[in-house]
């Protein structure tokens, strides 16, 4: 990793004007294909950005007011290219800081070297200083009642729920109670905010779903060893839609749903007792459900449903490397047009570390969420493969092809 001053790491340009409160954050991930300073980078900021958005938003002048504090930048190298973090603190409203942000995407090279730029967050740092008191605010209100110096049963009540919220745990990358292994019965909810609402009425054998639309094989297999399944649903055509499509690919037992517009993350205590009381046999539910009819609009939805996207020439070049290639398979094609030797799965984020010049890749084999992070981090922008595969999901700066599309 690149050492500044002090061992830092960071660099920015230098401020006049009289300190202001920085309301905002701008963070930014940076790639850079090719051996760069941080000195370079900043000049890139500065310069490129220059004369962009008008005299007075220009980078410079902002940091002679202080409107924009100093541009402070992270970076690493590996394998010849650069990767790092770029933060720019802001005391200018959320729109100009916005627009200071979007501007930093327009940088496409640094020095010789091709670049990208991808603001990944702004921070209201006023915020996260509020949510900073207010954690600290509870961890000592439950260290005064863990110690006895205010154990009275006002308190007590005080930091309940602080209590309750926090024996949320993690199954499988889905939230749940601390009892959703143990317990003989499961109840299944929708979001994340509905199994702390739970919590807090001491309901531990809750999880989320988190949507339906893709649910994790491990919920179902913790469904299928449970002697009891609650799907708790919302109190609306969304709760009864999650139903539907729950119903179909794991074990239901029984619904609980929240009364007529209401939600299971806002239901009191009294409520969802209530509910959870009266829930209904899945069968019986399913039954009581309408049947969906066409909307009236369904005609004008189909023809506003767009053609799949062609694939262009040089995809279709890709798609002759897969059968070359071993099941399971890769190889980087070249900017160049040369192609690399081939890979295992295993050895794949490696050689992408590596892959200099790279501009695709190309797996015989389902693309997963993993291969679409190894091309990201290599910025790689094309992933060449047979079909979705596990977790895939699009992401800025990668295009997938699939043969099954395409072909």
């Known amino acids: 990793m690149a050492k500044g001053k002090n061992n830092g790491g960071r ?7 009289k300190a202001k409160a920085m309301k905002y954050l701008i963070k930014a991930d940076l790639k850079v294909n090719g051996n760069v300073q941080r000195k370079d980078i900043i000049g890139a900021i500065m310069g490129q950005t220059e004369g962009l958005l008008g005299d007075e938003l220009e980078l410079r002048k902002l ?8 541009v402070d930048v992270e970076v690493k ?3 010849g290219k ?8 802001s005391s200018m409203d959320n729109v100009e800081t916005a627009i200071i942000a979007s501007s930093l995407e327009t940088i496409d090279r640094i020095g010789p070297c091709a670049a990208k730029i991808v603001v990944t967050e702004i921070q209201d740092v006023r915020s996260t200083k509020v949510n900073a008191v207010i954690d600290r605010a509870k961890d000592l209100l ?3 009642v863990n110690s006895g110096d205010a154990a009275t049963k006002t308190v007590i009540e005080e930091v309940r729920s602080v209590l309750t919220v926090g024996t949320a745990k993690n199954y499988h990358g889905l939230t749940c109670g601390p009892n959703v292994e143990s317990s003989d019965s499961l109840i299944i909810v929708e979001g994340r905010n509905d199994v702390r609402n739970l919590l807090n009425f001491g309901i531990k054998n809750a999880i989320s779903c988190d949507g339906a639309g893709s649910i994790k094989q491990e919920l179902i297999e913790l469904a299928n060893t449970k002697g009891n399944v609650v799907l708790a649903i919302d109190g609306d055509r969304g709760g009864e839609m999650l139903f539907r499509q729950l119903n179909e690919i794991l074990k239901i037992d029984f619904v609980a749903q929240a009364p007529v517009g209401q939600e299971w993350e806002l239901l009191p205590q009294k409520t969802a007792t209530k509910c959870l009381s009266q829930k209904m046999e899945a069968s019986k539910f399913a039954a009581k459900l309408p049947e969906d009819e066409p909307s009236e609009d369904a005609d004008a939805w189909l023809d506003e449903i767009e053609e799949p996207e062609e694939a262009p020439a040089e995809v279709h070049e890709y798609f002759d490397h897969i059968a070359e290639l071993k099941k399971n398979n890769a190889v980087f094609v070249n900017v160049d047009g040369t192609v690399s030797d081939a890979v295992s799965p295993s050895k794949l984020a490696e050689a992408a570390e590596e892959a200099d010049g790279a501009v695709a890749i190309v797996f015989n084999g389902p693309v997963s969420d993993r291969i679409l992070d190894i091309a990201s981090e290599a910025a790689i922008e094309t992933v060449v493969g047979t079909k979705e595969g596990k977790g895939f999901s699009p992401r800025d700066g990668v295009k997938a092809w699939l043969t099954e599309k395409h072909a």
């Open 11 to 17: 660099s920015g340009g230098k401020g006049g004007g």
């Open 63 to 70: 940091q002679r007011t202080a409107r924009i504090g100093h």
């Open 82 to 89: 650069v990767t790092g973090e770029i933060l720019i603190p």
């Open 77 to 79: 190298s590996s394998g």
């Open 142 to 144: 439950l260290d005064m």
